[in-house]
């Protein structure tokens, strides 16, 4: 099984700060590599997919890069509503998710 | 617009059997690979299985050992979860995933999710 390992495992940042976390692939997965936002209490929803692609509807702050074993979430400009937890997703076998990102306010 | 409401969760006794049901609306069901996903209480998320647009694949996680299986009824736009010999290690929501047309490994819209609780 190819194992996802996101860090940090959570995060303080002030309102308007950039904010990165990263995937690690325990092997090569090219691209095969999405991001998931989950607020409190809430369901998942796809923000990025492939990578690099913004999903449909979603605001341009969130962006992803990378490709083969490291990958790379940011928020460009942290706004109070994108307080949640953050999983990185593979998909070049079967599918597993990474641990998870906690975002907060400081 | 989309659409995916679970029900069928509770409380069951370890060793006992549930099933999962998963109602969709606002997009061609039958053209779609659909999933099941679960998050335990407080932790992250898990992959549980997949079904092929037409039922005739399907695939679970190596970690459920076949206890658990998904089907579908294109007819009545309805996901299933058979979940068989349950353990207390089960609890979790679970989570209806649709896949994305492009490749069913991108899950583009979640349900609300179900609660299912494993105790005696």
């Known amino acids: 099984d190819i194992q996802m390992t996101q860090s940090p495992s959570s995060l303080s940042a002030s309102v308007g700060d950039r904010v990165t976390i990263t995937c690690q692939a325990s092997?090569?997965?090219?691209?095969?590599l999405n991001w998931y936002q989950q607020k409190p209490g809430k369901a998942p929803e796809l923000l990025i997919y492939?990578?690099?692609n913004l999903e449909t509807g979603v605001p341009s702050r969130f962006s992803g890069s990378g490709s083969g074993t490291d990958f790379t979430f940011t928020i460009s400009s942290l706004q109070p509503e994108d307080i949640a937890t953050f999983y990185c997703?593979?998909?070049?076998?079967?599918?597993?998710f990474g641990g998870g990102t906690k975002v907060e306010i400081k | 617009q989309v659409q995916l409401v679970e029900s069928g969760g509770g409380v069951v006794q370890p060793g006992r059997s549930l099933r999962l049901s998963c109602a969709a609306s606002?997009?061609?069901?039958?053209?779609?690979?659909m999933h099941w996903v679960r998050q335990a209480p407080g932790k992250g998320l898990e992959w549980v299985a997949v079904?092929?647009?037409?039922?005739?694949?399907?695939y679970s996680a190596d970690s459920l050992k076949g206890r658990f299986t998904v089907s579908r009824d294109n007819s009545k736009n309805t996901l299933y979860l058979q979940m068989n010999r349950l353990r207390p290690e089960d609890t979790a929501v679970y989570y209806c995933?649709?896949?994305?047309?492009?490749?069913?490994?991108?899950?583009?819209?979640w349900g609300q999710g179900t609660l299912v609780t494993v105790s005696s």
């Open positions: 997703q593979q998909y070049d076998n079967v599918l597993t």
């Open positions: 606002g997009f061609s069901f039958s053209s779609y690979g």
């Open positions: 092997q090569d997965i090219s691209n095969y």
């Open positions: 079904i092929s647009y037409d039922g005739s694949n399907e």
């Open positions: 492939d990578a690099s």
């Open positions: 995933v649709k896949g994305d047309m492009t490749t069913v490994w991108v899950l583009d819209y």
